[in-house]
């Protein structure tokens, strides 16, 4: 695997754990009322998004044991380009029913590729 195969999946577990943060103790009514929490919450979903299409071009066989992984870069691409058409309901649901499992694998395959990552994480706190 490539050296950036890691770098990639690290990027968007990292942005993962930043939505988690952003909404941990929010409501859909407090995600549609701000726009700075909307505007965090799409920025983190536009990197993972972006890391994912690096790591499609850079390693194939990785990305595509993330099942969603096309959807996610489409995702991405929504956010960005057709940023006027965002649904919030969809953004929503995609923090409360899609990124923990996204979590899940991005981290299964970086500990594949850096079996120390988690000491490492656990020794910053």
């Known amino acids: 695997m490539p050296h950036k195969t890691g770098k990639y999946l690290y990027d968007a577990l990292r942005a993962a754990g930043f939505l988690v943060q952003f909404v941990q103790g929010k409501t859909f009514a407090d995600y549609e009322a701000d726009v700075l929490l909307r505007s965090g919450v799409e920025r983190q979903f536009e990197v993972i998004g972006e890391a994912l299409n690096q790591l499609a071009d850079l390693d194939s066989a990785t990305v595509s044991r993330i099942p969603e992984y096309q959807r996610i870069i489409s995702f991405r691409n929504r956010l960005i380009h057709g940023y006027s058409f965002v649904d919030n309901r969809v953004v929503w649901?995609?923090?409360?029913?899609?990124l923990g499992v996204l979590?899940?694998?991005?981290a299964g395959l970086l500990r594949e590729i850096d079996?120390?990552?988690e000491k490492r994480r656990s020794d910053r706190g």
């Open 115 to 117: 079996p120390d990552y």
């Open 93 to 98: 649901d995609m923090l409360q029913n899609r």
């Open 103 to 106: 979590r899940e694998q991005a």
